[in-house]
Every structure is written in C-alpha cells, then in structure tokens.
Nanobody
Framework: QVQLRQSGGGLVQPGESLRLSCAGS????????MAWYRQAPGNQRELVAN???????NYADSVKGRFTISRDHARNTVYLQMNSLKPEDTAVYYC????????WGRGTQVTVSS
C-alpha cells in the first residue's frame, strides 16, 4: 500500500524559507514522477513542481528561481525547498506520487504573513 507522509510547513514571514518533506512507503520515489501541488482558499489545486523518474524537473512560473524539488533515494523522500516566500505562496501543499495509480499526501499548511 502506497503512503506519502508529509512534514514541514508552518507560519513564516515574507522572505523566509521552509522545506517540505514527503516520505514514501510502498513506492520508490526516485523511479517515478513525484510532484508538489498547492491549493489556496477559493482556488483550484495547482502544480508547483514535479520531477520525473529520469530526473527532469518542471516548475510553475510563479515559483521558478525560488523553489526547488529534490529527492533522496536513501530516505525515499521528496523535498520542496521554498525560498524567498511571498504571501501569495500561502496554501495547503500536497505531495503527489504516481505508482501504477495516483497517490496524495494529506497536505500541510504553509502560511506566509508578516
């Protein structure tokens, strides 16, 4: 059974950084497409960043140059490093993984506010 366990998130001020983690079980995160999505109140869930099994990465225009998606094969974990955070980055962030089917983490709140 595939599980994606998220950690990280919280309340930070504009300009600060956070790192989200997504630990996989029943899935090998380095061999498949993994992604981070986010959903702000009243908005649809949107793709933030993804990384394919071959290592190609893709970012939403709004986070390019500020966010980095990465994977640790030994820990079977995907990360989202978020730098220079802005109030508009406030949302619930979800980890996504594809392993014969689509799987989601439970989500973690990120709030950027002064």
């Amino acid at each position: 059974q595939v599980q994606l366990r998220q950690s990280g998130g919280g309340l930070v001020q504009p300009g600060e950084s956070l790192r989200l983690s997504c630990a996989g079980s029943g899935i090998i995160v380095s061999r498949t497409t993994m992604a981070w999505y986010r959903q702000a109140p009243g908005n649809q869930r949107e793709l933030v960043a993804n990384v394919t099994g071959s290592g190609s990465t893709n970012y939403a225009d709004s986070v390019k140059g500020r966010f980095t998606i990465s994977r640790d094969h030994a820990r079977n974990t995907v990360y989202l490093q978020m730098n220079s955070l802005k109030p508009e980055d406030t949302a619930v962030y979800y980890c996504y993984g594809f392993w014969k089917d689509s799987f989601w983490g439970r989500g973690t709140q990120v709030t950027v506010s002064s």
